[in-house]
């Protein structure tokens, strides 16, 4: 059953600053993007720095609205408004309270806990400051019942209501955040980049937490990471993404036996490794070496890999590759995926 259905969703932004500004450019933030989640699965969402995640994630949840494209949600019972035939409703026609209502149940983690942490508030007032205007607030004393139940549920203590934000350690306040999104009880889980500001140990537990907390509550997770090696290890399924396109997308243990596109490709060669038939134990190793690379700023025809991929010909560099199945739910971005294989 699908949860959550994006189809061709379209972004750009103006570069209002630089040396393109001049000419009235535009980045392609994201550019024909589709992706659907399942109940109950981890959809992961990977790609380098700056090739459209994050703003991917934000239009699911309209904190950016959709240049062009369609977002549908399938609310298992909550009330949204009106629904198509299919059960689903189009949330990007949601009114002012339906959206409300929708953010409670697909709530978004960031990727800073530092920032989005309020460090003047106590973590009492941080957890209930989204769920006093969600429809289901049942008054303080039994939402500080509750919040007090979930941060024991993600490792913390009750006796941390009273405490601030600051007094956490990194990976403590990431728990916090995640609390504060669990409070509502949501359906979708969008974790955006949530262990990459991490230790490499600290970045375990959390992982953990998030395997435990998953099974628990039959949650969704949108997992959006720069790493594939932890995404595999984590997701069901991922889309590799490159330049605000969808290249990849596969079962992840598809992804891991055979990648096509040559990014998928390099990607898992540049990872710093976490073998997911070995526990979560990572090896040691660099980030992503890549060069981080610009969004596509002109009308460019050919493949967004074409520059980069040791594969490319004139064909890649003039005619843009569909995204076509090439194995049961194994898709890609590439002219030359049979070739590669
Ligand atoms: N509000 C904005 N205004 C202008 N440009 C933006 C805005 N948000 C994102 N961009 C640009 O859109 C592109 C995609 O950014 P996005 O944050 O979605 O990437 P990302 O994959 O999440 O990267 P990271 O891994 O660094 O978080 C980048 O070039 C970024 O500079
Ligand atoms: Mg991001």
């Keep these: 059953m699908i949860l959550l259905e994006a189809r061709d969703l379209a972004k750009r932004f103006n570069l209002e600053a630089g040396f393109f500004a001049r000419f009235g450019k535009f980045v392609r933030a994201v550019n024909g993007v589709s992706l659907s989640i399942g109940e109950d699965e981890a959809y992961g969402l990977v790609g380098e720095s700056g090739c459209g995640k994050s703003t991917t994630a934000r ?16 609310p298992r019972g909550a009330e949204l408004g009106k629904m198509a035939d299919d059960g689903s409703v189009d949330v990007r026609a949601l009114g002012r309270r339906a959206l409300v209502a929708y953010r409670s149940r697909v709530k978004y983690v960031f990727q800073d806990p530092a920032r989005s942490l309020d460090p003047r508030m106590s973590v009492a007032d941080v957890l209930l400051s989204g ?30 209501l009273e405490r601030r934000p600051p007094e956490f350690s990194g990976g403590q306040r990431q728990r ?7 409070l ?11 262990v990459s500001a991490l230790d490499v140990s600290v970045q375990g537990q ?8 998953r099974r628990r509550r039959k949650l969704s997770i949108l997992f959006i990471a720069h790493d594939l090696k932890v995404a595999c290890y984590f997701c069901d399924r991922i889309g590799v993404m490159y330049k605000g396109e969808m290249m990849e997308e596969a079962p992840a243990r598809d992804l891991w036996k055979a990648a096509l596109h040559p990014y998928t490709r390099f990607l898992f060669a540049s990872a710093p490794g976490m073998d997911p038939s070995a ?36 064909r890649c560099r003039s005619q843009r590759p569909e995204f076509r199945e090439i194995a049961p739910a194994h898709r890609v971005r590439c002219h030359k995926a049979d070739a590669a294989e």
């Design 59 to 74: 239009l699911l949840v309209r904190m950016y609205e959709a240049d062009s494209g369609a977002v549908r949600f399938w």
């Design 131 to 160: 769920y006093r205007w969600s429809p289901s607030w049942p008054g303080r004393a039994l939402a500080l019942a509750e919040a007090a139940a979930i941060l024991e549920e993600v490792g913390l203590s009750a006796s941390d």
């Design 176 to 182: 916090i955040s995640i609390a504060r999104a669990l």
């Design 184 to 194: 509502l009880r949501p359906d979708l889980l969008i974790c955006d980049e949530v």
């Design 206 to 213: 959390i992982l953990n937490l998030l395997i435990e907390t």
């Design 279 to 314: 526990g979560n134990d990572r090896a040691a190793g660099g980030a992503v070496t890549a060069a981080s690379h610009e969004p596509r700023t002109d009308a460019w025809e050919g493949c967004a890999y074409a520059a980069r991929c040791p594969l490319a010909d004139d």
